[in-house]
């Protein structure tokens, strides 16, 4: 099973370049959420979606779009690229009909931007 | 204001010692209660979680917590810590104030070091 995956693994941009990281995940989950995580600072959430065909801001949406393509995807958008959003970017998702089932997580894509 | 909070940046133990990682909250209602592990260069997984029913939850790699209501704890425990287990370790809280239930309040992580 590849759970959830996550490409580029690595980027470099330039400030004010856009870009868009992928997710996928293969266990039928529901929920899908973005992360970021910063020295010192934890995992905070960018964006999420409870479920396909809908999505909300979390503690950090400023700079971000998302797409919840199918019940699959999850994309993160960049527009204008900032060195502040220098950062690994965490995908994840969670199933099932109860609160109570873990984040499943991808490995991460770690953005640098110059 | 909901928080989690790991009180403890580093925890260094020798291996073969028993380890905690500790974990306090501040939630209303009855909290599901969460320990994950990093690894470097990697994403999060899931060790344990803690719903309801007995205290002392088992979970991977030899992990067990303990759930303590009065103190709002839920400390990370293993009686024999290996090498292996070097890595970050973080708390996570799922809590019921309206909104979306499938959120997660998350700790700053713990980072553990186990000497040979």
């Known amino acids: 099973n590849a759970g959830v995956t996550q490409t580029p693994k690595f980027q470099v941009l330039k400030t004010g370049q856009s870009m868009t990281l992928q997710c996928a995940q293969d266990?039928?989950?529901?929920?899908m959420y973005w992360y970021r995580q910063d020295p010192g600072m934890g995992l905070r959430l960018i964006y999420y979606?409870?479920?396909?065909?809908?999505?909300d801001k979390g503690e950090v949406p400023n700079g971000y779009n998302v797409s919840r393509l199918n019940k699959r995807e999850f994309s993160l958008r960049l527009e204008s690229a900032a060195p502040s959003q220098t950062s690994v970017y965490f995908c994840?998702?969670?199933?099932?009909?109860?609160?109570?089932?873990?984040?499943?997580f991808g490995d991460g894509t770690r953005l640098s931007i110059l | 204001a909901q928080s989690v909070a790991q009180p403890e940046d580093q925890v260094n133990v020798a291996e073969g010692n028993p380890l905690t990682v500790k974990c306090t909250y501040s939630?209303?209602?009855?909290?599901?209660l969460f320990w994950y592990v990093q690894y470097p260069n990697r994403g999060l997984q899931f060790l344990l979680k803690?719903?309801?029913?007995?205290?002392l939850v088992k979970g991977s790699y030899g992990f067990e917590a303990e759930f303590n209501k009065s103190q709002t704890s839920f400390h990370l425990k293993k009686p024999s810590a290996l090498v292996s287990d070097s890595a970050l370790y973080f708390c996570?809280?799922?809590?019921f104030g309206g909104g979306n239930n499938r959120k997660l309040i998350w700790g700053l992580g713990t980072s553990l070091g186990v000497n040979p």
């Open positions: 939630v209303s209602g009855n909290p599901y």
């Open positions: 994840a998702s969670t199933g099932g009909g109860n609160s109570n089932q873990p984040q499943h």
């Open positions: 979606s409870a479920s396909e065909g809908t999505t």
């Open positions: 803690y719903i309801t029913g007995d205290n």
């Open positions: 266990m039928n989950h529901n929920s």
């Open positions: 996570a809280v799922r809590f």
